[in-house]
């Protein structure tokens, strides 16, 4: 079956700097790749995804690249702000499956 | 706004005794989900309901149940709750089981095992 795996498990960076957070996965059928942000005590919010068929897409400071090649995406967050410090996990879901298969996740700290 | 609501936010069960958890959704979604979440850990999937049509995950424990009376509610039971099943419970939404729908998530219910 699919596996995703997620580095770092945790990052701290100066606000204003860039973040980057990796995840390889197994299965070259997995099409669907989102990125899910989790405050403290909050459930995962969904902040931005890519479709197989796309090797980048850009929301504001968050970008997120695809190597399908390589099997591999990466979550890009740009002058990142104190509010941005939350769990990230990213996921992959395979096509024609309800599934969606979590990395482990990164602790993301944006130092003031 | 529409929404995934899940009641209560916090729940303190004693060992071996039944609790049930909650979760309505105003999306109108086909599609609803119970995870686990442990400390520290990725949601795992428990099960989920498609309409009325239940899909148990191949190693969910049985002391797991769930119903879904009507398509806004779905419930989780714990028959008899050990100090392991202590964790945050999501539940989630989807429209439908393609594999570029997104699953919208609730704040979760955080339980607690005495």
């Known amino acids: 079956g699919e596996n995703v795996e997620q580095h770092p498990s945790t990052l701290s960076v100066q606000e204003g700097d860039s973040a980057v957070i990796k995840c390889t996965y197994s299965d070259s059928a997995s099409n669907y790749f989102p990125w899910y942000k989790q405050e403290l005590g909050k459930g995962p919010q969904l902040i931005i995804d890519?479709?197989?068929?796309?090797g980048e897409k850009k929301d504001q400071r968050i970008a997120v690249t695809l190597n399908k090649t390589a099997k591999h995406f990466s979550l890009h967050i740009t002058e990142t702000q104190p509010e941005d410090s939350a769990v990230y996990f990213c996921a992959a879901r395979m096509d024609s499956s309800y599934k969606l298969i979590f990395g482990s996740g990164t602790r993301l700290l944006v130092r003031p | 706004d529409a929404m995934v609501i899940q009641n209560p936010r916090y729940q303190v069960t004693q060992f071996g005794k039944p609790v049930t958890l909650s979760c309505s959704q105003t999306l109108n979604h086909n599609v609803m989900y119970w995870y686990q979440q442990k400390s520290s850990q990725a949601p795992k999937l428990l099960f989920h309901y498609y309409d009325k049509d239940f899909n148990n995950e191949a190693d969910t424990p049985d002391n797991f149940q769930s119903r879904r009376p009507n398509t806004s509610f779905c419930f989780l039971d714990i028959r008899s709750p050990g100090l392991g099943d202590a964790a945050m419970y999501l539940c989630?939404?989807?429209?439908?089981?393609?594999?570029?729908?997104?699953?919208?998530f609730g704040p979760g219910t955080r339980l607690t095992v005495l």
């Open positions: 989630a939404t989807s429209r439908a089981r393609e594999s570029y729908d997104e699953q919208f």
């Open positions: 890519i479709r197989s068929n796309v």
